[in-house]
């Protein structure tokens, strides 16, 4: 069936340095993807999206990368903070029969970044 | 520009109680998305509302859980007849058209005595 899931599922890094999380889709026909970030007692906050229709996205210290041939998402977060230490979970809304996107988005399974000061 | 309001925050009920949560979506979104998330795991869709409509309730549990999204008012998600199973966080989200990214409120936690 159709899935969105993360190569891994735990990440550390030292403060200042560039982290990269990484993500893998199953369905060749999903157009768009996000990117959230959970703290600990808080909801995902929207860090960014893409479209199928492009392959790099950019943010402030964060980028998107799409490979659509390997249906592999990434995101990249540069100068790495202790602030950003969380859960990170890519997203892709679902579809209807007609194989529209829509709303209802599948979540990976997550993966916790720790930044050490 | 207040975002995604949830309340309450923390929610006890003792099994058989009935759970009521609430959900503000942010100003303009006339989407409303509701999920639930057990301890150390991912978000799990329950239901997508419009205003007035249930679009798709295909994660939703198929007895003692519903969703409404009235004209007036925030969206409730209703628990009836809780489970100790039901302890969970209960995040709602928003947004202006059914295929934008959706903003999410701080989540509502239910706890089953």
């Known amino acids: 069936g159709e899935s969105v899931g993360l190569h891994l599922p735990t990440l550390s890094v030292q403060e200042g340095d560039n982290s990269i999380i990484n993500c893998a889709y199953s369905n060749s026909a999903s157009d768009y993807f996000i990117w959230y970030k959970q703290e600990s007692g808080k909801g995902p906050q929207f860090i960014i999206d893409?479209?199928?229709?492009?392959d790099k996205r950019q943010g402030q210290r964060v980028t998107v990368l799409l490979n659509k041939t390997v249906k592999h998402l990434s995101l990249q977060i540069a100068a790495t903070q202790p602030g950003d230490s969380a859960v990170y979970f890519c997203?892709?809304?679902?579809?209807?029969?007609?194989?529209?996107?829509?709303?209802?988005?599948?979540f990976g399974q997550g993966t916790i970044l720790t930044v050490h000061p | 520009n207040a975002g995604v309001m949830q309340n309450p925050r923390h929610l006890v009920r003792r099994r058989g109680q009935e759970a009521r949560l609430r959900c503000s979506p942010m100003?303009?979104?006339?989407?409303v998305y509701w999920y639930r998330q057990l301890p150390e795991e991912g978000l799990k869709f329950m239901v997508y509302l419009q205003k007035e409509n249930i679009i798709d309730e295909s994660g939703m549990p198929k007895e003692r859980f519903s969703a409404e999204f009235p004209k007036e008012g925030p969206s409730i998600l209703r628990i009836q007849q809780v489970v100790r199973g039901d302890s969970a966080a209960y995040f709602c989200?928003?947004?202006?058209?059914?295929?934008?990214?959706?903003?999410f409120g701080p989540g509502t936690r239910l706890t089953v005595t």
């Open positions: 100003k303009g979104h006339s989407h």
């Open positions: 997203a892709e809304p679902g579809s209807n029969a007609g194989g529209t996107s829509y709303g209802k988005l599948t």
């Open positions: 989200a928003s947004s202006p058209l059914g295929q934008e990214g959706q903003y």
């Open positions: 893409i479209r199928s229709n492009m």
